[in-house]
């Protein structure tokens, strides 16, 4: 516990300006983003006496070891600020709205030749446009279903689309009269696009105008004695009402608004958003937060306010946000949303009539989700605190273990090695700093050394780098893997580290505890480890699954657990979720092994020209059969690529026999036809699929 005084910018130090301020912990994290009209003023309210200080802003303070601040020009500006920061730091002491689940939207592509009508997830991209979101995706179908039948837009992937252009056939929607087949040439693309528009049109609310127009010409049809016409039109008009009554009108004037509402208690708080166009109930969505720092209901809304209009821009921020309490002040605010609309936006509390009555509706709404919330968790942050406090008391530690690592090996007979890290903070997953390695220090099977390895490869770069600097530098060796293994990860892909910032980084935060999955043999390979590390600050367990028994390092006996113990379940959730993570790994890494191909083993060979020499020969098997002069035509490949690919394909005809998969015969003289991507079958085909590797 860190004391806020050994931190505390000296007096006269902090300006008195509008800014956004950082907390950072002894590992340069950042725990904490907050704005202020003025820095002076807001930070001396955290170097106060600590027993004035709320009990979660003491937490926050002594957890802190570092304060630092950016002065912005205006309020405005430091509203932007903090969203950015907060969204790319993700500090553990600001207020996150969690939703558990992702909404589906009504989407339809316009960025795309022939738009397509479909269920979309997710973040939303540009030239797609987007109605909801929904509470459920079936409801979509069920709407979408209706419209089909007035506005029959593409719906089929881009896939099926290829197909049916390719054998000049639609499919089934196509026949039905439920899609216009742009795939065959039965309307063209500025005819298609047209009847996109439309859809988005009705979507949007502009209803009248097409029932207006279907009903004309309903009449016009009965009076020619079109009756068949007249009858299709009439279903028309009545697919059309049901789909509109699926959202009932709310507010009579046709108001574009959003309606947030706020339920909250002492520890955690419910957000709800309608989202009303043209006067009907468009979508609806909801977030539940833990609350970690002081806060007011205006600065819940506030962030909520963050939350959903932070990445939107134009039509998707409403002419008129409504809310339960406005934010302290209210002015910068409603200035960010006017920026992101590009028209003003009125923000405000309602106080009579309609709109007043529906907010009434959404903060029901909110309180059903927060009740809903609790009841589902059935209190879990105490269950989880408890759990980590019996773990403490069972392995006889100093505190309880906020962060844990477990880590698991996972191989088939000896192939493929791998290993997981899995990561537990404050009881809960930490998914973004989950890693995967891959075992090359030696061949064969040894969990034992396989876990010495993992483990001297994850300390030893924090370890030297903090030796080093304290800080972490960018682009290191070990980040994509060292020379006797490599690392992947959700991460590796963004390439370089990131030092002094506060980012989640790899290996950048030690544990409180390493779990591994074992018995006494692997927790002394891992504490090993740690000791040739010089590491005494951080304790080992293993968790054996026969009996689900605790080995500490050095210890004959295991710690038994109670087995309605929290701590015990938190411990098998740690372990079965990097078994998991680990296994699926090397499920992974072994299916692609097996779908090799001879192509494979060309060393400089890229997919694009593995591609290239198939489309030119048609199969492996023809080009096996070219002259190096044949496979000098393809284009891109040169004299000595041509001889690398005739001597590598020379070589695999000399490996093991092919096998008819059907029959079982060996098959001397000839092969079939194949992809890059694919081989001769070896014999090992026929046996059994535990015993070649492969998933059942």
Not at 27 to 45: E, F, M, T
Not at 306 to 315: A, C, K, V
């Amino acid at each position: 516990m860190a004391d806020p005084s050994s931190y505390r910018p000296r007096p006269g130090e902090i300006p008195d300006s509008p800014g956004v301020y950082r907390f950072r912990d002894e590992h340069r994290r950042v725990i904490y983003v907050g704005k202020a009209k003025s820095l002076r003023q807001r930070l001396a309210n955290y170097f106060q006496d600590l027993a004035n200080l709320h009990p979660r802003t003491r937490t926050m303070v002594t957890t802190a070891a570092s304060v630092e601040w950016t002065v912005v020009s205006t309020e405005v500006e430091a509203l932007q600020l903090e969203y950015s920061w907060i969204k790319e730091y993700d500090p553990r002491f600001n207020v996150k709205y969690r939703d558990d689940k992702s909404y589906p939207y009504l989407a339809v592509t316009m960025n795309e030749e022939f738009p397509r009508v479909q269920v979309m997830r997710g973040h939303k991209k540009k030239g797609v446009r987007y109605f909801g979101p929904y509470a459920h995706a079936w409801a979509i179908r069920d709407t979408v279903d209706l419209l089909l039948r007035v506005f029959p837009v593409r719906t089929c992937s881009t896939g099926v689309f290829k197909n049916a252009a390719r054998t000049g056939r639609p499919c089934l929607l196509g026949y039905i009269g439920k899609c216009s087949a742009p795939c065959v040439g039965r309307i063209g693309p500025e005819d298609h696009r047209e009847l996109a528009e439309e859809f988005c049109d009705f979507m949007a609310g502009r209803t009248g105008t097409y029932l207006r127009r279907l009903e004309k010409q309903m009449m016009e049809a009965a009076e020619e004695m079109e009756y068949e016409r007249a009858a299709r039109l009439r279903d028309d008009i009545e697919a059309l009402k049901k789909a509109m009554e699926k959202n009932a009108v709310v507010l009579a004037d046709a108001t574009d608004a959003d309606l947030v509402a706020v339920a909250e208690d002492e520890l955690e708080a419910a957000v709800q958003i309608f989202h009303v166009r043209g006067g009907r109930v468009r979508g609806q969505r909801g977030w539940v937060t833990d609350k970690v720092e002081e806060i007011t209901t205006g600065a819940l809304v506030e962030h909520a306010l963050q939350q959903l209009y932070g990445e939107e821009t134009g039509d998707a921020v409403p002419k008129e946000v409504l809310v339960p309490a406005l934010p302290e002040p209210v002015e910068p605010v409603q200035e960010w949303l006017t920026g992101r609309r590009g028209s003003n936006v009125s923000l405000r509390i309602p106080q009579r009539g309609d709109k007043k009555a529906l907010m009434e509706t959404v903060q029901r709404n909110a309180q059903q989700a927060l009740a809903l919330h609790k009841t589902k968790r059935a209190s879990d942050l105490t269950t989880r605190s408890r759990a980590l406090e019996e773990i403490a008391e069972a392995l006889d530690l100093d505190s309880a273990p906020l962060r844990i690592e477990c880590y698991d090996i996972s191989h088939l007979q000896g192939d493929d090695v791998v290993a997981s890290m899995v990561v537990f903070e404050d009881g809960l997953q930490r998914k973004s700093e989950y890693r995967r390695f891959q075992i090359k220090g030696f061949a064969g099977q040894d969990d034992v050394r396989s876990m010495h390895e993992v483990i001297t490869r994850r300390f030893r770069r924090y370890l030297a780098e903090k030796e080093r600097t304290g800080e972490w530098a960018e682009g290191s060796e070990d980040a994509l893997g060292d020379g006797d293994g490599a690392l992947t990860g959700p991460d590796t892909a963004a390439g370089a580290l990131k030092d002094d910032d506060g980012r989640p980084r790899k290996f950048a935060y030690p544990p409180q505890l390493v779990v591994v999955d074992g018995g006494r043999p692997q927790v002394a390979a891992a504490r090993r480890a740690l000791d040739e590390l010089g590491i005494d600050d951080i304790a080992v367990c293993g968790l054996a699954k026969r009996l689900e028994e605790v080995w500490l390092p050095g210890d004959d006996d295991p710690v038994v657990l109670p087995r309605t113990s929290e701590g015990l379940y938190l411990l098998q959730r740690v372990r079965d979720e990097a078994h998991r993570f680990a296994i699926t790994y090397q499920r992974t890494k072994r299916a692609k092994r097996f779908r090799a191909g001879p192509l494979d083993e060309v060393p400089g060979l890229g997919d694009t020209r593995k591609q290239a020499l198939i489309k030119h020969f048609g199969s492996v098997k023809k080009l096996r059969s070219a002259t190096i002069e044949q496979i000098q035509e393809v284009p891109g490949i040169g004299r000595k690529t041509a001889e690398t690919v005739a001597a590598a394909l020379a070589q695999a005809a000399q490996a093991a026999p092919a096998v008819n998969t059907a029959t079982g015969e060996i098959i001397e003289d000839e092969e079939p036809d194949t992809t890059a991507g694919a081989s001769r079958e070896p014999v090992t085909a026929g046996l059994p699929d535990e015993r070649r590797g492969q998933e059942t």
